[in-house]
């Protein structure tokens, strides 16, 4: 029965190897994350040069960790794993408003004023318009991530406050595409009839040429709403110094290389505070995504 | 078989034909599947899928490796936590299978079997974050239940005689080390492997949630419709199952599990105050948590809560789980039984056996979410891409058991060949074996319905992944407890199935 006494032996030493590394606490390395809202080789590109800036601008240690969902980028934040996240509107409320003492201190300057594109197949024959579409009703209709401000939040309380009624009862079909990318994926092969996409992210997949006129249009844009800030919590001040956050703000706000905002994209980043957030989390309290 | 005396009247009586138990159950879950289908919603709307296929088969034959760097660490990484979570769940399941006739201990192992790998990941991220830790244990706890039922089972068939020969005295240890175990060992090695592959294919997938396995740079790959490198990778990972009994021999085992648990990468500081909350604030339910307990407004808002997550969610969930899951055991069973020939000696020579291996294997190891995302882009969203995506997994998984098993049936030097030999002779020997597969398989279908948010089917996990995205713990934990509920009343029904049909466990491995 040897072999049972090693697997034994090596089950037992796979479990305190995989418990210890978790015992050294990463020195006092500054850990920020993002939601993951589209291409993740692009999110590593741009925020592991944003590390590398912040570690120069901070002289503290900074680091970047991709994370798979946006409720995963909170939980990282509310976990203290991180300590600065890049969030979408409704993923920082909720992050905000599971670790008290957190702050939005800086959003890109767009982000003052988003929007969501509700984008058709051709063959539904909608065109662009600058009311509410009704005719999408009974139309197969795909939002973004669950999570999601631009992709799932937005779009869906326009469409209750018109409809007066959900989603599920307004469209024949419901569908979670999981990010920007594949919502316009879904609605150009006509998988989808209609869905709601990022406007950001719609104008750089048209610059990449990865989108055909010709197959799918934008046929109505929301209102404007605050979007992505950066989100830091408020014991960092204890951890590094006294004045820690103003100096991360400082430096987000000072981000002026045009390759690094280029990659966000953003023209550039201006203050934020918890309160430019407000109607986020009426909308959210709403429809129900926030208690 | 009439006797030759017998009465000529008896000889033109039309005799009325009756079917066997195994025969009848089948049809009954034929039956079942086809009410099913009525129900399910299969339509196609398809509109344009071409162009977005067409850059997946441009992927799939020029599959880009150069970008890949760092592949060798991520295939490492994957085998490390599948290696580690296995050993941990073998271990703990050999040792809970010694208490397997105490019910708590059966029920706890029930349980914990219920609930998906990807769950699993998701509650120890809320409580340890992305550590190591999390991706092991969450491999390790349900593949201990599983092994458990398993192991227990094995050892309860064991032949006894070398048992009963042993001289009186010898103690239980001993008795349990001499006799009963070494006539089972070859069935728990045989098994074990088995659930290695398994832990492979669960420590990929775990990727999907952030660990750094394959399924993190598949899912980064596929979502961003960079079919090339998606490719890559699926081929990649193809690779390393088909073979695995080349380079997983049972005299390096103990190395491997050795080396492994310094593979796994590190992962940020695991704090207790996470645990403790987890524990004790986020899965109380939100009436009780905000509310105060003396006061009855709590209480009534907390049966409101209760309620309306049951109505709301749990019933329509289980109701759409119920549909998608027995239409695709079905579908499963029908598809194993078609494709199994593709690899047994009875059938076919080596190299198309060689072929229907590696189209065994890329249909088992790619992931159902893929699968479901094609066909979704071929037929347009409803229960159809679902069914066929989960079919197809698992009656690669299916088909290939019962392959092997085949293999196995000693054939009279005249039998016939072909169709014939098929429908008259393997087909009938191979069936029961077949059936206890495909019955081991039914809640793993039913888990697996939970994963395929992306067609708009709300199944429980559906509901349970929503909650999740909204970070409400408390609303995850009742829905995956009903969940767990509906698991274990499938997984008794089950066995209740197999134990009347006498379909042997032994070798159900699937």
Redesign the interface.
């Known amino acids: 029965?040897n072999?049972?006494k090693?697997?034994?032996?090596?089950?037992a030493?796979?479990?305190?190897?995989?418990?210890l590394?978790?015992?050294?606490?990463?020195a006092e390395t500054f850990?920020f994350t993002a939601i993951p809202d589209?291409?993740?080789?692009r999110l590593r590109e741009r925020f592991d040069k944003v590390a590398a800036y912040l570690t120069k601008t901070l002289g503290v240690e900074t680091k970047y960790?991709?994370?798979?969902?946006?409720?995963?980028a909170?939980?990282?934040f509310?976990?203290?794993?991180v300590q600065l996240g890049w969030f979408g509107g409704l993923s920082g409320v909720?992050a905000r408003h599971?670790v008290p003492g957190s702050e939005a201190i800086a959003q890109g300057f767009e982000d003052q004023a988003f929007e969501t594109y509700f984008i058709a197949?051709a063959?539904t024959g909608l065109k662009p318009s600058a009311e509410f579409p009704a005719e999408i009703e009974g139309k197969?209709f795909?939002f973004g991530?669950?999570?999601s401000t631009s992709g799932r939040l937005m779009p869906e309380y326009y469409v209750r406050q018109y409809f007066k009624s959900a989603p599920n009862s307004i469209f024949t079909?419901?569908?979670?595409?999981?990010?920007h990318?594949?919502t316009i994926?879904?609605v150009?092969?006509?998988?989808?009839?209609v869905g709601a996409v990022n406007f950001k992210v719609w104008e750089n997949e048209i610059k990449t040429g990865?989108i055909?006129p010709a197959?799918i249009s934008v046929v109505w844009k929301t209102p404007p709403y605050p979007d992505y800030q950066w989100t830091i919590r408020g014991d960092v001040e204890k951890r590094w110094k006294p004045g820690f956050k103003a100096k991360v703000r400082e430096a987000l706000l000072n981000m002026k290389d045009p390759d690094l905002l280029a990659s966000f994209p953003r023209k550039s980043f201006i203050p934020a505070s918890n309160s430019d957030y407000k109607p986020i989390l009426d909308v959210a309290k709403l429809i129900d995504?926030?208690? | 078989m009439s006797s030759p005396q017998a009465p000529p009247h008896v000889l033109s009586t039309k005799v009325r034909r009756t079917y066997s138990p195994v025969v009848k159950t089948s049809l009954a879950f034929v039956g079942v599947a086809a009410v099913c289908l009525f129900f399910a919603d299969i339509s196609i709307t398809t509109l344009d899928p071409w162009s977005e296929l067409g850059r997946m088969a441009q992927g799939v034959v020029t599959p880009d490796f150069s970008v890949l760097g760092g592949i060798g660490m991520i295939i490492v990484q994957t085998i490390a936590f599948a290696l580690c979570g296995v050993a941990l769940g073998a271990v703990g399941g050999f040792l809970l299978a010694q208490v397997f006739h105490i019910g708590p201990v059966r029920w706890t192992c029930a349980a914990v079997r219920a609930i998906h790998e990807l769950f699993w990941a998701l509650i120890f991220l809320q409580m340890l974050g992305l550590t190591p830790l999390t991706g092991v244990l969450a491999i390790a706890i349900p593949y201990a239940g599983i092994c458990a039922k398993v192991y227990a089972e094995t050892l309860e068939e064991a032949e006894l005689p070398a048992l009963v020969a042993l001289p009186y005295g010898t103690g239980v240890i001993s008795g349990f080390f001499f006799a009963r175990l070494p006539d089972v060992w070859v069935h728990i090695k045989n098994y074990t492997s088995y659930r290695f592959e398994c832990g492979l294919r669960s420590s990929a997938v775990l990727g999907f949630v952030g660990l750094p396995t394959l399924g993190f740079y598949l899912e980064t790959a596929f979502g961003e419709g960079n079919y090339s490198e998606a490719a890559a990778l699926l081929i990649i990972f193809y690779i390393l199952i088909a073979t695995l009994r080349f380079w997983m021999r049972p005299k390096l085992v103990g190395l491997y599990v050795l080396v492994a648990p310094f593979l796994l990468g590190g992962g940020a500081a695991i704090e207790m105050s996470n645990i403790t909350r987890f524990l004790t604030v986020d899965i109380v339910p939100a009436p009780l948590r905000n509310g105060s307990l003396t006061t009855s407004d709590t209480w009534s808002n907390l049966a409101d809560w209760a309620g309306m997550l049951f109505f709301d969610q749990a019933l329509p969930g289980m109701a759409a789980t119920f549909l998608l899951t027995q239409i695709a055991l079905v579908a499963t069973g029908i598809l194993a039984l078609a494709l199994f020939p593709l690899i047994s000696k009875k059938f076919f020579g080596r190299v198309p056996r060689l072929i229907g291996h590696v189209f065994l294997v890329v249909l088992r190891s790619t992931p159902e979410f893929i699968l479901a995302y094609i066909f979704l882009q071929l037929w347009g969203p409803s229960m159809l891409p679902a069914i066929v995506a989960l079919s197809l997994h698992n009656g690669a998984i299916i088909g290939h058991l019962v392959g092997r098993f085949s293999d196995e049936v000693r054939l009279r030097p005249d039998s016939p060949r072909g169709l014939n030999l098929y429908g008259y002779e393997i087909l009938p020997r191979i069936y029961g074996q077949f059936l206890a597969f495909l019955f081991y398989r039914w809640e793993v279908i039913m888990r697996e319905t939970a994963i395929l948010g992306i067609l708009g089917i709300a199944t429980l996990g559906f509901f349970v992944d929503s909650a999740l995205a909204d970070i409400r713990l408390d609303r995850v934990m009742f829905l995956i407890a009903i969940m767990v509920i509906f698991n274990v009343a499938v997984d008794a029904l089950s066995r209740h199935i197999r134990s009347r049909l006498r379909l042997s466990t032994r070798t159900g491995q699937a």
């Open positions: 029965m072999k049972l090693i697997l034994a032996f090596g089950a030493i796979a479990f305190t190897a995989t418990a590394p978790a015992q050294q606490v990463l850990v589209e291409n993740e080789a960790i991709p994370v798979k969902s946006y409720a995963a909170v939980t990282a509310r976990n203290n794993q909720r599971l197949h063959s197969t795909t991530s669950k999570g079909k419901v569908g979670f595409s999981g990010n990318s594949k994926a879904l150009q092969s006509g998988a989808y009839q990865k055909d197959k995504l926030i208690n």
